[in-house]
T-cell receptor, first 115, second 114 residues
Framework: AQSVTQLGSHVSVSEGALVLLRCNYS??????LFWYVQYPNQGLQLLLK??????LVKGINGFEAEFKKSETSFHLTKPSAHMSDAAEYFC?????????????FGTGTKLQVIP | KAGVTQTPRYLIKTRGQQVTLSCSPI?????VSWYQQTPGQGLQFLFE???????NKGNFPGRFSGRQFSNSRSEMNVSTLELGDSALYLC?????????????FGPGTRLTVL
């Protein structure tokens, strides 16, 4: 079975500070990893995804994440937080299972940006 | 391309009623998945449709059902509504069913059961 753990349901950072949102996964096969962002009363929007190749993935809005197989992690970072980054962030892992895509989401991390 | 659209955006029902939610995927996308999102349980997978067939189902009671039409549009139905069914229902579409395929989400339908 696969699972996703997001450490910290709430994270607060000052505007301009580093954003670090943690995601660890467990999977019996090499996974595909995604980060989504959700603004209030909206659906989820893809930030970035890792499938194969380069382990450092760059996404939209200045976010990036690094796939570390040895640590089973896929942490999301942004060098300098902006007020508009305040939202909820979800990590997700997918794999092919029995011919279909099995998606597992983490429980989410709400990011607060303090002016 | 237009994104995933869901109608209605907000819905208020009373216990025992039934409800139908609609989802129009991105043009060309053949897979549609439905999720329930609540503060307590987070994002939970309901089911996935591909080529008008349910391909995968989450752990929800039979009161939750869905279907997909030939144009890939999908509907989900919840019968005999319970208070616990109050949630944001999200629809997501993807081009195919591969694990690497990105799911694109709609804005959701906020269902309130009184």
């Amino acid at each position: 079975a696969q699972s996703v753990t997001q450490l910290g349901s709430h994270v607060s950072v000052s505007e301009g500070a580093l954003v670090l949102l943690r995601c660890n996964y467990s999977s019996s096969v090499p996974p595909y990893l995604f980060w989504y962002v959700q603004y209030p009363n909206q659906g989820l929007q893809l930030l970035l995804k890792y499938t194969t190749g380069a382990t450092l993935v760059k996404g939209i809005n200045g976010f990036e994440a690094e796939f570390k197989k040895s640590e089973t992690s896929f942490h999301l970072t942004k060098p300098s937080a902006h007020m508009s980054d305040a939202a909820e962030y979800f990590c997700a892992v997918t794999k092919n299972s029995g011919g279909y895509q099995k998606v597992t989401f983490g429980t989410g991390t709400k990011l607060q940006v303090i002016p | 391309k237009a994104g995933v659209t869901q109608t209605p955006r907000y819905l208020i029902k009373t216990r025992g009623q039934q409800v139908t939610l609609s989802c129009s995927p991105i043009s060309g996308h053949r897979s549609v998945s439905w999720y329930q999102q609540t503060p307590g349980q987070g994002l939970q997978f309901l089911f996935e449709y591909f080529s008008e067939t349910q391909r995968n189902k989450g752990n929800f009671p039979g009161r939750f059902s869905g279907r997909q039409f030939s144009n890939s549009r999908s509907e989900m139905n919840v019968s005999t509504l319970e208070l616990g069914d109050s949630a944001l229902y999200l629809c997501a579409s993807s081009l195919e069913r591969g694990a690497a395929d990105t799911q694109y989400f709609g804005p959701g339908t906020r269902l309130t059961v009184l």
